[in-house]
């Protein structure tokens, strides 16, 4: 029985291509190859024109997430082995392409950007020595602070899907992350910005997101944190 | 054409902190990186990073001399002592400014920074979050790198992202621009400036056996090279002791630090077998650790014979190894399917860091004016023959920071690229010249087979332990593959707009000239200092080679030469641990 593997490849140069194409790539994977490993193969031996982002190849940098046999994942990671024969490869979804597997993030980045995603603290910083926190206080971010942005979690969105507007995922768990900080102060201005429409409430609790992090996180339950933490705060002003 | 006062080129830890830098001094900064800054390799960095901060309970009597002079010895004596002292005495607080703005670092009982046993340190002076502290470090200077752009309303800090640098231009001895490529478009540009600041990094990528990331090319340390800044300590290549078995990805020092065993086939903690690792053993330096591994396996004593050893954490216990070492856990799970808690862990020596790099003095400056570098790419040398772990991320804040504080100081003291469009032009000519060369070749050369042969024989040559031989036949093979690289073909010459093809096979001619520095280097330096151990010049000879080595490009290949070592403070003495 042959081993080959069949890479489909989703392709398109907008700029070129009326419309994307899949391109079907078939070699014979080496021992513990991963769909990195793979893509690189097609690039460097069958096709040089293939495009696709890539950088620490051991799921820290957050550049090669896409959709890969069905599901977001970062293709460093993913083996190529238990994924069948035939292994369809699509960018992220819910953004411009920009080539082939690489796709224009500048939407993720913008509403990144759009929550303040810096410590806050309030006060001028101490400088001579470090803001103390606690090791229960350091322990409250715990998680929070290992999304690699990726995109994974947006793109599996049904809601990005069809609301450009709204925050996603990986921004509204960047918020969190700053809610929880003991040394962030500046709790009610996120809020204002991410306890919004199109922030926390516009969330439907389809859980893609939770299914899909490479990393294990679960935006989900920051998502549900920035809901309460926004009601709590308007019922407080109404007092 | 594009004008930035300064132009910063690379976008990790060093890169990004020269630009703040800048910005915080009014200057008006780009900053230009091949990859988004947050994908940067400096994201893989995970045990930690140095300061005397007497935060640990054995900890209370480090100061910044014990430090510095860890650091020298760490160095086998070849780093400029001036230099170090100004970089561990700048330690504590730039790592004090990191954590005001945000670095979750790990915490002790007291609320203050936690700190844990690395390599060839006195006492406990990593400071650490878990196992990510490259990764937390790269977002919060990226979480300020959006602060600063967002209040910026006259582009005082623009960035590029997947934008490459192909040239740096220089004119009498001065750098005035860089040609680079937006990948996006598909087009070149150039960029003029005042100052223009390197920080791109390690070359790891010419070794077969790397921890680096796929980005680690030579390409960036060349950019220089090429326009005529030198080289300085080529040959002292880092091999880390625990890259995990198979695709070498960095298994931290900390696992170590935090109380791992190294093991052989025959379970025993080898290293006490060894007079220079016997009383630190499993926190010795990483060149000695590196090379004891390596006897181990050459004799036979690797695990079923094999190329590699344990690296043990089980008696660490769940909990420590969830909550300190979480990110070893999920590599080793990912990668070789085992999982620390129950198993020990397979790992080998692996490439893991360049010593060496672009010449630079303690002010960050390269001997051409306007031009800086700082972090990897650079050599200041505070590293000397052997990093200490621990010390790149604090070299990357440090100096990202000093560079950036001289660029702005040459600046307001009046230094300004004047009227050169002839000569930036010139410059782009040259590179679309170069790109119609490869487009239009009439070779046959396949450059993935170049790429693969120049990373096996570095990885088996120009490894742990070398010898005249062996690098003499490296020399002559990397001279084959440059003569070689002149007549590739590629696959993709429709066009510039995200060409991957074109630019990892233009990075592979960095990749070439830049390992052809290591080998001349390493052939040249006839002892065994530091990182570099010649089987036939076993000791090492403070009378006839404590210098620093340059190396200025010739298009043969490099012209060698020597630089002063900066003592002063701790006298050259026998190195054990």
Known sequence: MSKEVTFKVFRFDPEKDKKPYFQKYAFEPRQGMTILDGLFHIQRKIDGSIAFRSSCREGVCGSCAMHIGGKYRLACETQIKGLGKNITIRPLAHVPIIKDLVVDMKPFWNKYKSVKPYLMPGDPDPASHERIQSEDERKKIDVLIDCILCGACTSSCSVTATNEDYLGPAALMKANRFIRDTRDNATDERLRLVATENGAYRCHTIFSCQYVCPKDLNPQASIQEIQELGVKRILKEKE | ?577
Not at chain 2, 94 to 118: C, D, H, L, T, Y
Not at chain 2, 269 to 296: G, H, K
Not at chain 2, 360 to 374: D, R, W
Not at chain 2, 535 to 557: A, I, Q
């Open chain 2, 1 to 577: 054409m594009k004008y930035h006062q300064v132009l910063v080129v690379g976008g990790g830890l060093a890169g990004m902190r020269a630009a703040v830098a800048c910005n915080r001094r009014n200057i008006k900064v780009g900053l230009l990186s091949k990859i988004h800054p947050v994908r940067s390799h400096s994201t893989s960095a995970q045990g930690g990073i140095n300061a005397a901060m007497n935060n640990h309970v054995r900890g209370k009597h480090d100061d910044v001399m014990r430090h510095a002079f860890d650091t020298i010895k760490g160095s086998d004596y070849l780093a400029d002592q001036d230099a170090v002292v100004k970089f561990t005495a700048d330690a504590p607080h730039r790592i004090i400014e990191m954590e005001n703005w945000g670095v979750p670092f790990s915490r002790n009982e007291e609320g203050k920074i936690a700190q844990r046993p690395f390599g060839g340190a006195g006492f406990p002076r990593t400071c650490y979050a878990a196992d990510r502290t490259g990764m937390y470090l790269i977002q919060t200077l990226w979480e300020q790198v959006c602060k600063y752009t967002e209040a910026s309303m006259r582009e005082e800090m623009v960035i590029y992202d997947e934008w490459v640098c192909l040239k740096i231009i220089v004119e009498k001895n001065k750098a005035v621009g860089v040609v680079a490529w937006n990948l996006a478009e598909g087009k070149l540009e150039i960029f003029k400036a005042d100052a223009i600041i390197m920080g791109t990094g390690g070359i790891g990528r010419i070794y077969s056996n790397t921890s680096n990331a796929l980005t680690n090319t030579g390409m960036g340390m060349a950019l220089a090279y090429w326009a005529g800044v030198p080289l300085k300590d080529m040959e002292f290549v880092q091999f880390h002791p625990t890259t995990l078995k198979g695709n070498n990805c960095l298994m931290t020092e900390g696992c170590r630090g935090e109380g791992g065993y190294l093991l052989n086939d025959k379970g025993e903690r080898f290293l006490a077998n060894y007079p220079d690792s016997s009383v630190a053993m499993e926190i010795a330096p990483r060149d000695i650790v590196s090379r004891n591994i390596t006897r181990e396996v050459m004799a036979g004593r690797g695990i079923n014979g094999q190329d590699y050893v344990y690296l043990d954490l089980r008696h660490l216990g769940a909990e420590k190894i969830m909550t300190r070492l979480p990110g070893i856990r999920d590599l080793a799970m990912n990668f070789v399917g085992v999982d620390p808690i129950t198993q020990p862990v397979p790992i080998q020596p692996g490439h893991h860091y360049t010593m060496g790099g672009i010449d630079v003095n303690e002010n960050a400056a390269t001997p051409v004016e306007g031009l800086y570098a700082a972090g990897e790419c650079a050599c200041v040398s505070v590293h000397g023959a052997n990093r200490l772990g621990g010390n790149s991320l604090l070299e990357t804040i440090v100096f990202g920071a000093i560079a950036g504080e001289s660029a702005v100081k040459y600046i307001e003291d009046g230094g300004k690229t004047g009227d050169v469009s002839k000569t930036l032009e010139k410059g782009k000519k040259e590179v679309e010249d170069k790109i119609l060369s490869i487009f239009e070749s009439k070779g046959d050369e396949d450059p993935s087979l170049i790429r693969e042969e120049l990373q096996k024989v570095m990885a088996e040559k120009v490894g742990v332990f070398r010898n005249e031989k062996d690098l003499k036949a490296a020399h002559t093979k990397v001279q084959e593959l440059r003569d070689r690289y002149k007549k590739i073909k590629i696959m993709n010459t429709s066009g510039l707009k995200f060409n991957q093809d074109l630019m990892w096979n233009m990075e592979l001619e960095g990749d070439l000239d830049i390992a052809e520095t290591i080998v001349a280097g390493a052939l040249n330096r006839k002892e065994s200092r530091g990182s570099q151990s010649r089987t036939d010049f076993p000791v090492r000879d403070d009378k006839n080679w404590l210098h620093h080595s340059t190396f200025t490009y010739t298009p043969k290949g490099a012209k060698l030469g020597k630089k002063k070592v900066t003592l002063g403070y701790f006298k050259p003495k026998e190195r054990t641990y």
